[in-house]
């Protein structure tokens, strides 16, 4: 039977390469996107297999239960939720004023922690025995994010809520995992890879590169494989050894 995937944040970068290992894998996938609908249907007509659809909504206003809705009536029903979406910009506290600092903190918290947090409410709702929801967290909620510490602490929540409902789903029969991605190269880094600081970053792992989005789009497949049920709870590292713990 066909499996039904919704996919936040999916119209490039690490979620477009998630939607695209999905369904390779013969998910049909709802590709979400907040604002730019063109290339959401770009993604779309680039997945492999058919009855791929787009789904719009602001996850930073509200909009979750509006976009697991629109999911399951375009899919006609859900297996599985990737909370890809999130946000990250520099706010370091030496530097940041307060009202700047304040606003830093509600939006990181809304968009990468409370959004998945209601769209993991909703979703589950739908969700039979087999059913998976996979959070894309961060290295950075365990070595710390000194520019962007917000960041690190939205993400930190993700990884402790993503094993606290691996508990709770579990005697439904839905898995809960996460991935804790390092550095990947996507288009809103590139320049950065470009810059002088290109090499530092490179540096921190041992095999002198970052991740590509499909590296940990593979993670991610496994996880929503009907073989992961077993790692539920887990969060899985994917950052090239870059940061141990």
């Known amino acids: 039977m066909t ?34 609908a063109a290339r959401a249907r770009q993604v779309v007509d680039a997945l492999p297999g058919d009855g791929h659809v787009t789904v719009q909504g602001d996850l930073g206003a509200g909009q979750a239960e509006q976009v697991v809705t629109e999911t399951v009536e375009q899919l006609g029903g859900l297996d599985v939720l990737v909370n890809n ?22 939006r990181t918290v809304e968009l990468n922690l409370l959004g998945p947090a ?15 929801i ?7 909620a365990y070595r710390g994010e000194p520019d962007a510490p917000a960041y690190g602490a939205a993400k930190a929540g993700l990884h402790s809520m993503t094993q606290s409902l691996a508990q709770s789903l579990a005697p439904r029969g839905i898995a809960v995992a996460g991935v804790a991605p390092g550095f990947v190269r996507t288009e809103m880094v590139a320049e950065l890879l470009d810059s002088a600081e290109g ?13 590509e989005p499909e590296e940990v789009a593979a993670a991610v497949a496994f996880l929503a494989s009907p073989a992961a049920t077993w790692a539920s709870g887990a969060i899985m590292d994917v950052n090239g050894a870059s940061h141990l713990r």
């Open 3 to 36: 499996r039904l995937a919704l996919v936040t944040g999916a119209s490039r970068g690490i979620g477009a390469a998630i939607a695209h290992a999905l369904a390779q894998d013969g998910h049909r996938i709802a590709v979400h996107y907040r604002s730019d």
């Open 85 to 106: 979406a999130g946000t990250y910009f520099h706010h370091p506290i030496a530097t940041t004023g307060f009202a700047e600092w304040r606003e830093a903190w509600r």
């Open 118 to 132: 209601e769209l993991t409410w909703h979703a589950a709702g739908h969700m039979t025995e087999g059913g998976r």
């Open 134 to 140: 996979i959070n894309v967290g961060s290295r950075g």
């Open 199 to 211: 090499e530092a970053i490179r540096a921190q792992s041992p095999f002198g590169r970052v991740a």
